[in-house]
């Protein structure tokens, strides 16, 4: 069983840039799908972006040239580079994991989850 937790959160102005950072141990990194997911008070949890265990991504729309995700297989680690930040990115991003060939963008199909690491960008 993998556990993931997240860094590198923070305030930031709109504008401004910010990388997490999704740390997993406990589990075969190279065996799983890693992806992010957010969400903002009342509202549902949210898919961001993720990477296959192939190195194959997948973005939402509203983050789509403004956000990269990737992973470093030796080190276990998946980033988020966030650049350009509005304030609707405002969040709680969560990392997530999924132990299959291909990622999804539906929340309750990935199995391990962090605990969140909160991005909130002022206007």
């Known amino acids: 069983q993998v556990q993931l937790a997240e860094s590198g959160g923070g305030l930031v102005q709109a504008g401004g840039s910010l990388r997490l950072s999704c740390a997993a141990s406990g589990g075969t990194f190279n065996d799983y799908g890693m992806g992010w997911f957010r969400q903002a008070p009342g509202e549902e949890r949210e898919f961001v972006a993720a990477i296959t265990k192939g190195g194959l991504t997948l973005y939402s729309d509203s983050v789509k040239g403004r956000f990269v995700i990737s992973r470093d297989n030796a080190k276990n680690t998946m980033y988020l580079q966030m650049n350009n930040l509005r304030p609707e990115d405002t969040a709680l991003y969560y990392c997530?994991?999924?132990?299959?060939?291909?990622?999804?963008?539906?929340?309750?199909?990935?199995?391990?989850w962090g605990q969140g690491t909160q991005v909130t960008v002022s206007s």
């Open positions: 997530a994991a999924i132990r299959a060939i291909g990622v999804t963008m539906t929340a309750n199909n990935w199995r391990y």
